[in-house]
C-alpha cells in the first residue's frame, strides 16, 4: 500500500508556525539588536562578519557569532566589573528563534536603563521578586507539565512533549555553566534535550525578570511567521503550517457607497440624448459591398 501524500507538502510561502518553540530561526538576528542600539550601545564587526556590541559601561557585552567556533550564535555576559570573570551568562544557539533572543534583549534593555542592581540581580529563593521559580510560572499558566523523571533537576515540558526546561539544583562550576551548556538553566526544543533541535542556556546568576521574559515568549500561545522551506524540515512533521493568506478587502461602508456614488457624473439632460423620430434625418447611404 503507497503512503498516503502528506498535505503540507501542498503549502509554500509565508506560513504560521504553531506552537511557536518548532519554528525555526530566521535569516537575521537584527531584530534582537535593535533594542540595544536603541540604547546607543557599541557596534563592531570583525572581518569574518561577527558583530559585537557592548554597553557604555562595559559591563554587558553581546556576541552575534555566525563564524564562531561553536553553534552558540548568541553569548551575552554581564560583569560587576569589565575585567572580572562574567557574573552570568546566556547562550542561544543557531537554530533559536530569533524572537526569544528578542524577549532577552529587550527586558536586557529595560533592566539596562534602570541600573546595575537590575541587570546584576541574583536569584534569590524565597524573594518576592527574585525567586528562581518566577521564571517558570509563565510556563506552568499555560500548561506547561512537570517532569519528575529527572534526578537533580526541575523539569517542565510543553503541552505536547516538544519542548523543554531544566533547572538543575546542586553546585555547578561557574567556568563550565559559560562555556558548554551545563548550565543552571536549559530550554530546548524537540524529542529529546540530549539532541535539540535548538536550546539556550543561562548562568546561576542570571536575573529572573530576564529569564521570565524568555519564558513568556516561549509559551505564548501566538504562532510565529516564517518562510515554508525554512521551517518544515526543521522538526519533521511535528509543527502545524497555516498559509499567510493576503486579507481580503473589507466590505464597503454606507459612507463608503455614499461616496463613490456622489463621484459619478450627472446624467445628461433628455434634450441631448439623440432619440429617432419620424422628423429625424434620414442616415445617408454607406458604401456598397
Known amino acids: ?56 559601561d562595559r559591563r554587558v557585552s553581546l556576541g552575534y557569532l555566525p563564524e564562531g567556533q561553536d553553534d552558540g550564535l548568541w553569548r551575552i555576559n554581564a560583569y560587576k566589573d569589565p575585567f572580572d570573570p562574567p557574573t552570568w551568562g546566556v ?6 528563534p530569533t524572537e526569544f533572543v528578542a524577549a532577552f534583549t529587550t527586558a536586557l534593555a529595560g533592566a539596562y536603563e534602570q541600573g546595575p542592581d537590575a541587570y546584576l540581580a541574583r536569584p534569590v529563593a524565597g524573594n518576592d521578586d527574585h525567586d528562581p521559580f518566577l521564571a517558570v510560572v509563565p510556563l ?4 506547561w507539565q512537570i517532569d519528575r523523571s529527572r534526578w537533580g533537576a ?9 519542548a523543554g526546561l531544566q533547572f538543575t539544583t546542586g553546585r555547578l562550576d561557574p567556568e563550565t555553566e559559560l562555556t558548554t551548556r551545563e548550565a543552571r538553566w536549559q530550554l530546548w526544543a524537540g524529542t529529546s534535550i540530549d539532541r535539540p533541535a535548538w536550546y539556550a542556556t543561562a ?12 519564558t513568556q515568549c516561549v509559551s505564548d500561545p501566538a504562532p510565529l511567521p516564517r518562510w515554508r522551506q525554512d521551517t518544515y524540515s526543521y522538526i519533521e512533521g ?5 498559509p499567510i493568506l493576503p486579507p ?26 439623440p432619440r429617432w423620430s419620424t422628423t429625424s434625418r434620414p442616415a445617408l447611404p454607406g458604401p456598397r459591398r
Do not use: K
Not at 501542498?10 to 530561526?25: E, F, S
Not at 547562550?91 to 533559536?96: E, G, K, L, V
Not at 511535528?238 to 497555516?242: E, G, I, N, P, V
Open 91 to 96: 547562550c542561544f544557539n543557531d537554530r533559536c
Open 203 to 214: 548562568s546561576t546568576d542570571t536575573p529572573v525578570a530576564l529569564l521570565t521574559a524568555v
Open 248 to 273: 481580503s478587502p473589507p466590505a464597503p461602508t454606507p459612507l463608503d457607497i455614499q461616496r463613490a456614488t456622489s463621484r459619478r457624473p450627472a446624467a445628461l439632460p433628455a434634450t441631448s440624448v
Open 140 to 143: 506552568l499558566q499555560r500548561e
Open 1 to 56: 500500500m503507497s503512503p498516503q501524500p502528506d498535505p503540507r507538502n501542498d503549502i509554500d510561502g509565508d506560513v504560521y508556525v504553531t506552537p511557536r518553540h518548532l519554528a525555526a530561526a530566521t535569516l537575521t538576528g537584527d531584530p534582537a539588536l535593535v533594542p540595544l542600539l536603541d540604547l546607543g550601545w557599541d557596534l563592531q564587526y570583525d572581518p569574518l562578519g561577527n558583530v559585537y556590541m557592548h554597553a557604555p
Open 154 to 162: 526541575f523539569v517542565v515540558q510543553s503541552p505536547e512533549g516538544l
Open 238 to 242: 511535528m509543527a502545524q503550517l497555516t
